[in-house]
C-alpha cells in the first residue's frame, strides 16, 4: 500500500522555489493535524525571503512560527494558513477535530500546530477572509503602539496589505480624518471603493497625530515625517530586510519632537504586553475581519503554480502589480467561493495566475 504523501513549498536558492512530497506530521502530545484547505502570500515578507534578503543577524528572529530549515534556504516559510482539522492528541486538542481554523503555518497540506495555535473561525467568516487575520493582528498591533485615541487625525502611508488591512481597522475608530497615501493611482481607486480617503504622495494633510508607515521606501518614511505634526509619533510597520533607506532627519526632525516607533509582530505592543497574550491578539484580530477585508485578495491559484507565482512576485513581475494577498488552493474541489472585488471597483491588475 502506497504510504500517504504531503506537498510542501520550499524556497531552495535565492528565487528558486519547488513543491516537495514529504510524509504527513504526526501531531504530538497538545497539538493537532491541519489538513490545509488554502494558505495566503504575504508578499512583502515572503518576497524577501524568497529572494534570500534575510540578514543573517536576524535569520533567528525572522523565523516564520512553523518553519521548515532554516533561512536563508533551503526553508518552507509562510505565515498565512486556513485548514480543517483531521488529528489531535492531548489536551485542547480533540474539541478542534473537525473545525476549520486559521494558524500562523504555511504553503504545506499538512501542518502540525499546538492547539492553543489553532484560531477556530468566527461565525460567518469564510477561510478566505480569514487568511487576512495575520495582516489584521499586524494592523493592530502598530494602533496599539501608537495609542491611537478618539478625534485623532491619522495617516496610513502604502495601500499593500499591511497599510490597507491597518486602515481598515483604523476606520473602525471614531476619528477626525484618515488618510491613506498611495503612489499608484489604480490602487487608489481600490482604496477610495472601501469608503477611505486616498492620495498620492505630497497631497496628503500635514498636522497629523499618528502617521503608520508600511510602503517600505525610503520616499515613504520622508512624507511620514513631512505630514506628522509636532510632538506626533510614526510607527514604522516596514521590513526593509537588507536595504538601508535614507532617513531625512535633518532640518527640523528634533525641532519638531518627532518620535520614530518601530512596530513589529513577534511582541504584543509595549502599551498592551502585561495585559494581552500573543494568542489574545490574534483572536481579536480575526474577530475584526469584515466584509471590506475580502478586497484585498487580489488572485487566486493552486498549490501547483506557487514555484512560479513566488518567483513572479519576489522579481516584481509587473502583470503581478496589482497584488495584495495572493490565495494559493490547497483542494480546488472543496474551496467555497469568495468575492475577489469590492462591488465598486476592479482592483488594480487583477491577475488569476501566468
Not at 476549520?100 to 477561510?127: I, K, M, Q, Y
Not at 502611508?157 to 476606520?171: K, P, V
Not at 471614531?174 to 480617503?197: F, K, T
Request: charged share 25%; glycine share 10%; proline share 8%.
Amino acid at each position: 500500500m502506497e504510504a500517504p504523501s504531503s506537498r510542501q513549498f520550499w524556497t531552495v536558492g535565492p528565487g528558486r522555489g519547488e513543491l516537495r512530497q514529504a510524509s504527513p506530521p504526526r501531531p504530538a502530545d497538545g497539538e493537532v493535524l491541519v489538513e490545509t484547505i488554502i494558505s495566503g502570500i504575504s508578499r512583502g515578507t515572503e518576497s524577501m525571503v524568497h529572494r534570500g534578503d534575510v540578514p543573517p543577524e536576524i535569520a533567528e528572529l525572522m523565523r516564520a512560527p512553523y518553519q521548515l530549515g532554516e533561512l536563508p534556504h533551503p526553508v518552507s516559510h509562510g505565515y498565512l494558513n486556513v485548514g480543517v482539522v483531521r488529528d489531535g492528541q492531548g489536551e485542547g486538542a480533540a474539541e478542534l477535530v473537525g473545525r476549520t481554523v486559521f494558524s500562523l503555518a504555511g504553503h504545506r497540506e499538512h501542518v502540525a500546530v499546538p492547539a492553543e495555535d489553532c484560531h477556530p473561525l468566527p461565525p460567518g467568516c469564510p477561510p478566505e477572509r480569514a487568511l487576512l487575520a495575520g495582516a489584521a493582528e499586524t494592523g493592530l498591533n502598530a494602533l496599539w503602539e501608537a495609542g491611537v485615541s478618539l478625534g485623532d487625525r491619522v495617516t496610513v502611508i502604502g495601500g499593500g496589505m499591511i497599510g490597507l488591512a491597518t486602515a481598515l481597522l483604523a476606520d473602525r475608530m471614531p476619528l477626525e480624518r484618515l488618510e491613506v497615501v498611495e503612489v499608484d493611482a489604480a490602487r487608489r481607486q481600490l482604496i477610495d471603493s472601501l469608503g477611505l480617503h486616498a492620495l498620492p504622495p505630497g497631497r496628503a494633510s500635514t498636522d497629523r497625530d499618528v502617521v503608520l508607515h508600511s510602503s517600505a521606501t525610503g520616499a515613504g518614511l520622508a512624507e511620514a515625517l513631512r505630514v506628522a505634526g509636532d510632538d506626533a509619533v510614526i510607527v514604522e510597520q516596514s521590513w526593509y530586510g537588507q536595504h538601508h533607506p535614507d532617513v531625512p532627519l535633518g532640518a527640523d526632525f528634533h525641532a519638531r519632537r518627532l518620535r520614530i516607533v518601530a512596530s513589529q509582530v513577534g511582541e504584543v505592543a509595549q502599551p498592551r504586553r502585561l495585559r494581552r497574550t500573543r494568542r489574545q491578539r490574534l483572536q481579536l484580530a480575526l474577530s475584526l475581519l469584515d466584509e471590506r477585508f475580502d478586497a484585498l485578495l487580489t488572485g487566486r491559484s493552486p498549490l501547483e503554480d506557487l514555484p512560479e507565482v513566488m518567483d513572479a512576485l519576489a522579481t516584481d513581475d509587473p502583470t503581478w502589480s496589482g497584488t495584495i494577498c495572493h490565495v494559493v488552493d490547497h483542494r480546488t474541489d472543496q474551496l467555497s467561493p469568495v468575492r475577489l472585488k469590492p462591488e465598486t471597483a476592479e482592483p488594480p491588475h487583477r491577475q488569476e495566475h501566468p
